[in-house]
Each structure stands twice: as C-alpha cells, then as structure tokens.
C-alpha cells in the first residue's frame, strides 16, 4: 500500500492508498499553532508507526512546502514551518527501509493536472494557503528552473514597510485573508467562514477585496509574462465558488482595463484541496 503526504504549514493532510491507487483512508491533522522541524518529524513519526500497525505501507510519496529537491530530498526556501530546511524525508524513511517520493506542493498540482489532460503545453498553478505556491508548465512539461523554484512567486516582494520586507504571500494568500480579518477584528475565523461574511461584514469584504485584487495582478502578471493558455488556482479555498466567482471577476476586469484580449483560462485545480496529494501519487513508480 501507499501513503502519501501533503505537508503543509497549518496541517497535514494524508491518504493511504492500494496497489490499484484506490484511496482506503484519509484524514487531517491540524496543528494549530506553527510548528518547526523537530515537531513535524515528531507529527510524521506517530502517523506512520499508527498506520504501518493496521496498513502494509511499501511506498511513500510527500507534497511538501518549500523548494525541494526530488532526488536528494534536500528542502530549501521559505515555509510555514520553522527551519524546515533541516528536514529530509528521503533520509528520515531511509532508516525505515521505505522508499520516498518527494515534490513541492504546487509541482505536485501541476503534476496532477498534467495526468488527466496530457495536451496542456503551457500554464501556471497558484496554490493559495498559508502560503502562496506556484509552478510552470512549458511545452506540456513541469519546468523546475536553474535551482528547483521555478513559479514559486509567493516568495517575492511586496513591499517594504517601515524597512520589514513583505512577500507576495503575505498579500494573496488564504492566511493573508486570515490574519487581517483578525488583526481589524481580534476574532479568529478560518479562510471559509470569513468569505460567508463577504456582502455582509464591511471589514471582511474589504479584506477578500484587497486579497482578491492582488492575486489577481499575481495572475495577470505571470500569464502574460508566460504567455499561458491555463492558470489553475489550488489550495482549499478554490473549491469556495464566492472566492472563484470574484477572483474570475477581478481578473476578467483588469484584462478589459489593460486593452488586453484575455488569452487564457481561469480555472480552479481538479478536486481543489486533493490536488497536491493526487499528483503527489503520480511520483510513485
């Protein structure tokens, strides 16, 4: 059997799968709280002794945050999680005599909308979550770039305020919807519950607002500059059709204010928040 992971930087999400690629279990462990290197080895280490005792795991595959590197395991960049650059699964199941497939999250996206439909040659995934990942697609393939971080433009700048750099996650992603609602109202709502207040809550609809304009510059920006046919957008909140409704809005809207003709399509990634681990599945040979 397989069990594959989506390591991300509020939860972790996993499946256990059989021979035949079947999904037989799954579930979420949420930290709540950030957590660094020594905790989600700690977090990992339970799962698979809990899980080994009941399924015969033979193979590991891992969606992981972070730049990585598939054939050492090393992992680099920014994440949600303190020093996980001190991470390396490929080591840590080593020790248990399992082999692991590794990719970074949104590649794995990107991976999985490349087996179902072969024939895209050239298009962008945006993972929104806690963070925000990318990856390219160039000529029907995944491009990785010079170093492996290809399309990972949520580590990019923002602004700088009061001399604190800023990065493009901070103003597109889930968590940032999160923690400006929280930072205005002391209250603790997760990214779904804030987006039901949207039309009814001055605040919150001036936060999705704000968020949804700068991920739409992120779209328009990056497809151009690509020359794209597709933009798929990944992570839990796309399967939100508000958050898609005004996303598609947006971006429709600035490309008819550029005088540009839109030639690309906006869509959400297949199966939204299980894209990471479905393409994740496509490492294991």
Known sequence: MYLVLDIGG???KFKVFNLQRKPIFSNTIHYHKIINNKEILSIVDKLYTTLKQKYPITKIAISS??????????????????????????????KRHIP???????????????????????AIVLVVGTGLGGATIIGGK????????????GIGVSELKNKKFYNISTATSTYAITSRYFNQT??????????????????ATKIIDEVVFNLSKVIINHALFLDVKYVFIGGAISANKTYM???????????KLSGQTKSFKLEKCHDSNDANINGALTLIK
């Open 10 to 12: 509020t939860s972790l």
């Open 65 to 94: 945050l972070g730049i990585v590197d598939n054939k050492t395991g090393k992992i680099s960049g920014l994440g949600g999680i303190n020093n996980y650059n001190n991470v390396n699964w490929k080591t840590f199941f080593a």
């Open 100 to 122: 692991v497939f590794i990719e970074n999250d949104a590649n794995c996206a990107a991976l999985y909308e490349l087996s179902l439909n072969p024939s895209i040659d050239n």
């Open 142 to 153: 995944l491009y990785k770039g010079s170093h492996g971080g290809a399309g990972e433009v």
């Open 186 to 203: 002391s209250k603790k709502l997760n990214g779904k519950d804030i987006i039901t207040l949207y039309g009814k809550s001055k605040i």
């Open 245 to 255: 409704k005004l996303l598609t809005k947006k971006v429709d809207h600035l490309m």
